[in-house]
């Protein structure tokens, strides 16, 4: 079955850092990819998505990049902070989905050293 | 935080019996979606509920039951526990009007079946 998956199950990062977490996917008709965060005891929180028709996008400290033909996904988190420690998602979404099915991928746990 | 509330926080069952999570989400948010998410794995899609009707199921057999409520609450209802039952169970919502991927997820609920 087509799934998302990610490249690497953590990442230790020195503070003020940039950090780069990577997402593979193998659904081509996806529309959205999304990058979640979780904190310890708490839900997904909603950091970040991108368009299947844009390559980048940014938003405060963080870049997303899509590469369609390689079906690759990364999140890039600039001058990485202690708060940023959290488990990293990469989600997708296909809005024809007639399940509504959002497809999250295992994790990236990101660990800021001081 | 997110405006979207579960309970109980944590729970203990034993094999074969019946459990019922409750969320309860913000005022206007009348989709909501529930996800189970195992230790050291992402959420996965258990279904959605749009205006007290399911509309959309992941890979979850029937014993996985939900209710929707007209005061933005809901339930997901657990028959013959097992013990790969054993996870984080997540319910996240939105407007009708907001795009699937910003939906706000609850802190969860955490079952163990012994």
């Known amino acids: 079955g087509e799934s998302v998956g990610l490249h690497l199950p953590t990442l230790s990062v020195q503070e003020g850092d940039n950090s780069i977490i990577n997402c593979a996917y193998s659904n081509s008709a996806s529309d959205y990819f999304i990058w979640y965060k979780q904190e310890s005891g708490k839900g997904p929180q909603f950091i970040i998505d991108?368009?299947?028709?844009?390559d980048k996008r940014q938003g405060q400290r963080v870049t997303v990049l899509l590469n369609k033909t390689v079906k690759h996904l990364s999140l890039q988190i600039a001058a990485t902070q202690p708060g940023d420690s959290a488990v990293y998602f990469c989600?997708?979404?296909?809005?024809?989905?007639?399940?509504?099915?959002?497809?999250f991928g295992a994790g990236t746990r990101l660990t800021v050293k001081p | 935080e997110t405006g979207v509330t579960q309970s109980p926080t944590h729970l203990i069952k034993t094999r074969g019996q019946q459990v019922t999570l409750r969320c309860s989400s913000q005022s206007g948010h009348n989709t909501v979606s529930w996800y189970q998410q195992a230790l050291g794995q992402g959420p996965q899609f258990i279904f959605q509920y749009y205006r007290e009707e399911e509309n959309g199921r992941g890979n979850f057999p029937p014993r996985f039951s939900g209710l929707q409520f007209p005061n933005y609450s809901s339930e997901l209802n657990v028959n013959a526990l097992e013990l790969d039952d054993s996870a984080l169970y997540l319910c996240a919502s939105r407007p009708t009007s907001g795009r699937p991927e910003t939906q706000y997820f609850g802190p969860g609920t955490r079952l163990l079946v012994l």
């Open positions: 991108i368009r299947s028709n844009m």
């Open positions: 989600a997708e979404f296909s809005a024809g989905d007639n399940n509504n099915d959002m497809r």
